[in-house]
C-alpha cells in the first residue's frame, strides 16, 4: 500500500557527509514509523535508524550514533537521513522501510524501497 522511493546516494570520500531522501506515497497506518536500513557486500541487512512519525522520536544504531541523524517533513511524507563523518565502513546500499507503530514500539515493516548505494572512499 505505500510506495518508498530513495534518493541521494552517491560516492562520497571519508569524513564527508551526505544526505539521503525516502518519499513515501500510497496509504499508511494512522500510526506508522519509518526507518533506514543498510546491507553491505557479504554482510547482512542491519537496521540504522528509525523514527515514530507521531512526535518524531529517533532511535538509532550504535554504530551510526552520534554521526546519524534521522528526521521527517510531515508536510512531504518524507525522511531523511543525514550522515555526516561518514567512513568506509559505511558504504552499504540503504533502503528505507515503514511499518505500523504503537507508541514508540516498531512492530514491523511492511514496505521497503529498492535502495541507494552509498559507497565512501578511503
Known amino acids: 500500500q505505500v510506495q518508498l522511493v530513495e534518493s541521494g546516494g552517491g560516492l562520497v570520500q571519508a569524513g564527508g557527509s551526505l544526505r539521503l531522501s525516502c518519499a513515501a506515497s500510497?496509504?499508511?497506518?494512522?500510526?506508522?514509523?519509518m526507518a533506514w536500513f543498510r546491507q553491505a557486500p557479504g554482510k547482512e541487512r542491519e537496521f540504522v535508524a528509525r523514527?515514530?512519525?507521531?512526535?518524531?522520536?529517533?532511535f538509532y544504531a550504535d554504530s551510526v550514533k552520534g554521526r546519524f541523524t534521522i528526521s521527517r517533513d510531515n508536510a512531504k511524507n518524507t525522511v531523511y537521513l543525514q550522515m555526516n563523518s561518514l567512513k568506509p565502513e559505511d558504504t552499504a546500499v540503504y533502503y528505507c522501510?515503514?511499518?505500523?507503530?504503537?507508541?514508540?514500539?516498531?512492530?514491523?515493516?511492511?514496505?521497503w524501497g529498492r535502495g541507494t548505494q552509498v559507497t565512501v572512499s578511503s
Open positions: 522501510a515503514a511499518g505500523p507503530v504503537t507508541g514508540w514500539r516498531q512492530l514491523g515493516y511492511n514496505s
Open positions: 500510497g496509504r499508511t497506518l494512522s500510526s506508522y514509523g
Open positions: 523514527i515514530v512519525w507521531s512526535g518524531a522520536m529517533t
